[in-house]
């Protein structure tokens, strides 16, 4: 942290702001000669124990956070000399997924803050060429599922997927089964050798094992989801599946999901023999990236606690950022 407070002692306007809180703020000491912006959030600033700088900045999901760093609303303000970095952490890393500018800026204002730091997120993420070259134009498709509703329990629907083949890794993955969660959003993303329905069904019960066994199951009209094994599997857990038309494969939420995992392969692998080994971390994006509706991430919905990243304050300090080639190593 003492190397932090050094990088705000040498922003122009942190400095100040650090020197007046030093002070006594209430002892009539002037406000020092800083941007509008920071006189408007005068009375939100605060130094730590250790003489860093953070801000008062809540949002929705705070009054849950567990943060060990700090109470919850508390930010740290970021110096300009490090507002780079910043974004490529909370963007660029395979944990966070390159996600769009909302969901990147939803990610960065968990723990830091800066003035037009929304801005400077969108306009990063707008300039961000691995997402120019690997995402499609977004378009408002017709017919998609609507936002889930409440009513539905944690786990009690979920949909499977199968996605492949795809080129054979090393390991020998060649699908990936895709389990997701309709009420919260928890994503399990599963590399397999192959697609037979004996493969797929420890995983399914691993997932049972951990989250309970759910009322429904929602999957496309894949052999392996008509097969005998699969409707003794349901037929025993008392599930009833729900299978989507062939023609509307959307109504199935993980569809999705599918379109995510296919850009953040496509953006994290260079070579097509090693994209099972970033899975891991595609399922922390996942889970971790917040919804457009509700602003919560399925880990919070799950939980009712986020995920603590994989970066610190002092990551900021200590990682270079990423060039191309870095994405597979990340």
Known sequence: MKEFEQAQRDDENLSKIMDWLQTDPEDDTPWPDVPMDYTKLKTEFTLNRDGVLFIFAPFKSDIYLEDVDNAAGLKIMVPKSLQDKCLALVHDYSSSGHGGGDVTFERLRRSFFWVNCRQDTVKYVAKCDRCQRCKPIQRKPKGLLQPISAQIGRFERIGLDLMGPKPMTTNRNKFILVIVDYATGWVEVVPLRNAKILTLVPHIMRF????????????????????????????????????????????????????????????????????????????????????????????????????????????LLTTPLLTQNDHMTH
């Open 208 to 315: 049972f094992q951990t989250y309970g066994v759910p009322r429904y199951i929602v999957s496309d009209n894949s052999k392996q989801f008509v097969s005998n094994i699969y409707n003794a599997l349901c037929e025993n857990a008392g599930i009833i599946p729900n299978r989507t038309f062939p023609y509307h494969p959307q109504t199935n939420y993980t569809e999705r999901i599918n379109r995510n995992i296919k850009i953040m392969l496509q953006i994290f692998t260079s070579e097509h023999k090693h994209w099972d080994r970033v899975i891991g971390n595609i399922n922390f994006a996942l889970r971790t990236a917040p919804s457009a509706t509700t602003g919560i991430t399925p880990a919070m919905a799950t939980f009712l606690k986020e995920l603590r990243p994989f970066w610190t304050t002092e990551t």
